[in-house]
């Protein structure tokens, strides 16, 4: 076979295995979306939008490995267009959360998770994308950076004021840090 059949092929070998990898990821681009807009619709409608758009411009990426960054980017700016437009909601997605069997834990846990979603949307934007992405969404600091397009040391200090905020806000509403639900799921 000649070598530009073969660079043909395992092009296209390669094209259909990231399309797959990219439709995978829909999930958790709509976990991100959600705790970022709190509304089912419009965080649908950006999952949809990044995968279109990954989809249509799946040459452009250059690194295999970098696929969840490369797709997280592109739901941040498809976001901060659409909150340029309009005033977002917030939230925080509760299927993240470890549940309990016991109906009374289940019930403070729920009173908890609400309490701390209104904690989340007391935050400035940026400080919650921020907290999604390294909580929630277990990125680096790094990838944070590139993904919103800011430096590292942004990141740092949205974070840290992020946490702190969110620290004062729950006390002030009587939650001590043993209360503190996990943001992460257990491993």
């Not at 259909?16 to 709190?38: G, V």
């Not at 901060?80 to 009374?104: K, N």
């Not at 909580?135 to 993904?147: C, G, K, P, R, V």
Request: hydrophobic share 35%; glycine share 4%.
């Amino acid at each position: 076979m000649s070598e530009s059949k073969t660079t043909l092929f395992g092009g296209f070998g390669r094209r259909r295995r990231l399309q797959k990898q990219i439709c995978a990821e829909r999930d958790r681009l709509y976990r991100i979306a959600w705790s970022w807009c709190h509304d089912s619709y419009q965080a649908d409608d950006l999952v949809q939008e990044t995968l279109a758009r990954a989809l249509a411009k799946i040459d452009n990426l250059r690194e295999e490995g970098r696929l969840q960054v490369w797709l997280t980017q592109i739901l941040a700016n498809l976001h901060r267009d659409h909150y340029r437009r309009t005033q977002p909601e917030t939230g925080q997605d509760t299927d993240l959360l470890p549940s309990r069997d016991d109906p009374e834990e289940q019930a403070d846990r729920t009173q908890l998770i609400t309490r701390t979603r209104r904690a989340i949307g007391l935050l400035n934007d940026d400080q919650r994308q921020v907290l999604t992405l390294v909580d929630l969404a277990e990125f680096s600091y790094a990838d944070t950076a590139m993904i919103l397009n800011v430096p590292v040391g942004t990141v740092m200090s949205r974070l840290s004021r992020a946490r702190r905020r969110m620290r004062e806000i729950l006390q002030q509403q009587g939650i001590g840090h043993a209360d503190v639900v996990p943001l992460r799921r257990p491993q």
